[in-house]
């Protein structure tokens, strides 16, 4: 009986230091120097040095690190493989002059999530004078502008 027990608690403990170490080590913790405006939750953000953490799963935090103003979004892992490509970015979908924050990468497909669309890029989307365009920002804050833009905005 005492062998059992002390199988059991073993097992336990195993388990727990097991989660404990997976969810340290998903911690998520960027910075980004962002070269305009965007939007993210439905908030707009000037050009400026940002940081982006993980305070809990499948929610991430976009900080301002000057006004210090954040926002706390909802996320869902990438879509594709594709996304998570060994670069650590953030990517805005543009229409015009508009950004809105699509989905921000460590550069692993582990840690690529994707934002929700919010009701401002819906609008900005049905507009048929606004093609989006895919816009990459590394962490130094160099823009790329992409080639391929077979990713569609729903």
Known sequence: MKRVLSVAAATITICLMTTAAYSQSRHLRLRFHVPFSFSAKNEIFPAGEYEVTQPAHFFLAVRNLENLTSVFEPVVPAQSRKEGNGRVR???HRYDNQYFLAFVSDGSWESTYDFQISKEEQLANASPRKPVT??????NGTAEVAND????VQ
Request: positive net charge; without cysteine; glycine residues 0%.
């Open 134 to 139: 895919i816009v990459s920002v590394n962490p």
């Open 149 to 152: 833009l077979t990713r569609h």
């Open 90 to 92: 953030l990517v805005f």
